[in-house]
């Protein structure tokens, strides 16, 4: 099935709610796109967050891992 998109001054495109239905798709989702040969390719791609530590979040760590270490020898 086609469907034809309609993009704002800004460069938004709204997925129609079939489409997006029909894909699973749902808000804030994020999309790869790559230009083909025969034009625009989206797909939707999966993105973990990540945690950067603070040096004192490091030290919590280690300290629990001496904690399990001595637990352990036990």
Do not use: W
Not at 49 to 63: G, L, M
């Amino acid at each position: 099935m086609k469907h034809i998109l309609t993009m704002t001054e800004r460069g938004l495109i709204t997925l129609p709610s079939s489409l997006r239905k029909q894909l699973g798709l749902k808000g804030n989702d994020q999309f790869q796109a790559d230009i083909t040969s025969e034009g625009i390719l989206l797909r939707p791609v999966a993105t973990v967050p990540i945690e950067v530590y603070s040096a004192d979040r490091i030290n919590e760590f280690a300290a629990e891992e001496q904690k399990l270490a001595k637990a352990m020898k036990k």
